[in-house]
């Protein structure tokens, strides 16, 4: 029995607009996508329309807050 404990989290595209708006105000969000990283987070890309920098984001499920 193979055990995985890499939660199934999601960003919607307003959430990572909220965050770039914390970290790169007057930046506009491109994309969002899953990379497959992470072995308890989810990680995602976080694309900006005008081009780089681009962002990592890791998300953990609540259990893990230590993890933080």
Partial sequence: ???TL???LTVTDAQAQA???RIAPGRRLARVSELLA???S???G???AEGPPAFVLKVYPET???KM
């Fill in 1 to 3: 029995m193979i055990v």
């Fill in 6 to 8: 890499k939660p199934s």
């Fill in 19 to 21: 965050i770039v708006d």
């Fill in 38 to 40: 992470g072995e308890i």
């Fill in 42 to 44: 989810a990680v995602f």
């Fill in 46 to 48: 976080i694309e900006l």
């Fill in 64 to 66: 893990m807050h230590w």
